[in-house]
Structure formats: structure tokens, C-alpha cells
């Protein structure tokens, strides 16, 4: 069974996040975390003015998805920084590209999830999910949040992501925060979680 993990990382939190969601799929028998990061679209002068070209050269060795590959994924994740309370241009101009897919019904009853990341507490991490939810039941996929049986969705104790509609991350004003254990464990549960879901659909 193979386990789709599609995001974009800027700064590297969302990358972070995307290979906890990895361990957690790997803890499900038979499952296949393939990672999986969407086309750039900004130049690379303009990365090299935000400052993202370092963490952005880390992840070259993650391959380019292709549209197809959507389709033949058991289920898929999608990991998305926040951009004004949505999911960032490079997300949305892979996903605008999947109309064939749609056209054929081909993600249809495939387990879908989504995790993101933020600067602030409330940078809009919720509605970033949520919006990102409307694509995938467009393309009729089953979509799968982060449970509150993850007990870590309770934390009160120190700040934290997460929330019922999927992991995710604080990454501060600067960039300079990392994602906490509390938060990949959630990415990793989230991870097991979707992969469990889907194989209970394919069987």
C-alpha cells in the first residue's frame, strides 16, 4: 500500500513535519511513505531574497510529484505552509493541474489528509486546512483529520499546533522556531492514522 506525502517547505518546518507524518505511515504493516515535494514556481533570486535557498537546497533530494503519481497512491497527505490563511500558490498551482484527474474520478474514495504550518499561533493554521479540504472532496477523496485520541490535541502546558482538522506547526516570526515533539507526534500520528484508514478502504 502506498502512502502519498505531497507538500512545500520554504524554511524547512513543513519538511519536518513531513517526514514525521513518513514514520508514522511506515508504522502501519504493508505500508509505503513515499515523499513527494509539489514545483517550485518562484525564480531562484527571488528565494534567494527571502532567505529560503539553504533550506530549499536541502530538500532537492526529495523528487518533483507528478500529477499521475496522485492516482496511484493507495492515499495521500498534503503538507502546506500558511499563506494568509490558505494554502501557498505552489500547492494550489499543483493541485489546479489535477482537472484530469477529477475528469475521471481517478482520486475517488482514496484516504486524504493535510497538515501545515504557520509563524503565529493563530497565523491561520485551522482555515488552511479546512480550505485545502474543499479540493479534496471535489475530487471525492475520503478526508482524515488528526482525532482527539491523540492525547497531545489536549496540551495545555506549552504551545503547540494541531488541531482535529490535521497537524501542524509554529514556526515564530523569524522562521527560527522548530516543530516540538508534541507537534511531529502529532504529524506522526496523523500519519499511522491515515495510512490505517486506508487500508481498512482497499480491503
Known amino acids: 500500500m502506498k502512502v502519498l506525502i505531497v507538500y512545500y517547505s520554504m524554511y524547512g518546518h513543513v519538511h519536518k513535519m513531513a517526514q514525521s507524518v513518513a514514520q508514522g505511515v511506515a508504522l502501519v504493516a504493508g505500508a509505503e511513505a ?72 481517478a482520486l475517488v474514495g482514496k484516504a486524504a489528509g493535510v497538515f501545515t504550518s504557520s509563524n503565529t499561533q493563530h497565523g491561520g493554521q485551522e482555515s488552511t486546512i479546512l480550505s485545502f479540504h474543499i479540493v479534496l472532496l471535489h475530487q471525492g477523496m475520503v478526508v482524515v483529520g488528526l482525532p482527539y ?39 506522526r500520528y496523523q500519519g499511522e492514522h491515515i495510512a490505517r484508514i486506508a487500508a481498512k478502504l482497499a480491503a
Open 149 to 187: 485520541a491523540f492525547p497531545g490535541l489536549k496540551e495545555t502546558g506549552e504551545m503547540s499546533g494541531g488541531s482535529p482538522y490535521g497537524a501542524s506547526t509554529i514556526a515564530g516570526n523569524d522562521g527560527s522556531r522548530t516543530p516540538s515533539d508534541n507537534e511531529l507526534n502529532g504529524a
Open 34 to 105: 513515499v515523499l513527494r515535494r509539489v514545483p517550485e514556481t518562484l525564480a531562484g533570486d527571488v528565494i534567494e531574497k527571502m532567505g529560503a535557498a539553504a533550506t530549499i537546497a536541502l530538500q532537492q533530494e526529495v523528487p518533483v510529484c507528478t500529477v499521475e503519481e496522485l492516482a496511484e497512491a493507495d492515499a495521500v497527505i498534503f503538507g502546506t505552509p500558511t499563506r494568509f490563511g490558505n494554502m501557498c500558490g505552489q500547492m494550489k498551482q499543483f493541485l489546479d493541474a489535477t482537472g484530469s484527474l477529477w475528469q475521471k474520478g
